[in-house]
């Protein structure tokens, strides 16, 4: 999953493209570097990060979505990075068939009836908290339980909404409300998640829990500590990887899967 935000103030590439064409272009370069879905937000949700309106998101990504659903094959997976039903419901008119929302429905009480009624797939994530408050000072009992009890309760509540079972993907939400001992917890026990039978997304790209273990503050600078928790989420079982970086973790995961297959 190629990370495509259309936002001033992300993490790490916050407004990195200045025009719709821009990011056209760096949404289909991402295609040609192995990515198999593109995900697109209107809405930092980096730490202290301010909630954006869903006529502001809907300005930021609505041309983009349109324009990439035009220059790419019918089927592609296009996903829609937000946690408002409007942005969601107006996004998948223009070309969108993924949900990606890290409020996994609690921000929105229609986003699960939107989701269900356009038979979409929708990522149901973990957070502690939100966006503004969720790294001040979180706290678990038991992280890795906590989490996977979270996501079982919104996996029950989505299927009471009509949300299809085959469509749900779940997310441990790696930085949303976790603190470094935490985030290393949850990666240590991928495959307990993905034993709960639904497909595994992981967002650990460029997240800065690994720069306090690497010593480095630049984000960027995070690429080969990001494609090694990507080859960790492949020996696990993950499916999909939420990344900036494509073609690097592309071959992270091919050469892990390969090795994967060749021991199962």
Not at 167 to 193: A, C, T, V
Not at 225 to 233: F, I, M, N, P
Request: overall charge negative; glycine content about 10%; hydrophobic content about 45%.
């Amino acid at each position: 999953m190629g990370i495509l935000n259309l936002t001033p103030d992300s993490f790490s590439d916050g407004g990195c493209y200045g025009s719709v064409t821009a990011a056209v272009e760096r949404g289909l370069e991402m295609v040609q570097e192995g990515a198999d879905i593109i995900d697109i937000g209107g809405e930092s949700t980096q730490p202290e990060a301010s909630r954006v309106n869903a006529s502001e998101q809907l300005r930021r990504v609505l041309e983009t979505i349109e324009r990439l659903r035009e220059r790419l094959p019918q089927d592609f997976p296009i996903s829609i990075d937000t946690t408002l039903s409007e942005v969601a419901f107006q996004a998948i008119n223009s070309g969108a068939t993924m949900i990606n929302d890290i409020s996994a429905g609690r921000d929105d009480q229609e986003m699960l009836a939107v989701a269900a009624s356009a038979g979409v797939l929708l990522v149901l994530m973990h957070m502690q908290g939100s966006p503004e408050t969720m790294q001040r000072a979180p706290l678990y009992q038991d992280v890795v339980a906590e989490v996977m009890g979270f996501l079982q309760e919104r996996v029950d509540v989505a299927l009471e909404a009509g949300v299809k079972r085959e469509n749900l993907i779940l997310d441990p939400g790696i930085g949303f409300g976790k603190g470094r001992e935490h985030n290393l917890q949850l990666l240590g026990s991928l495959q307990r998640m993905v034993e709960m039978g639904y497909p595994l997304l992981l967002g650990v790209s460029r997240k800065r829990f690994m720069g306090s273990i690497c010593e480095i503050e630049r984000p960027a600078q995070l690429l080969p500590a990001t494609c090694a928790s990507t080859t960790l989420g492949v020996m696990a079982g993950v499916r999909i990887f939420r990344v900036h970086d494509v073609w690097q973790n592309r071959q992270a995961a091919d050469v892990a899967w390969a090795i994967r297959s060749v021991s199962m």
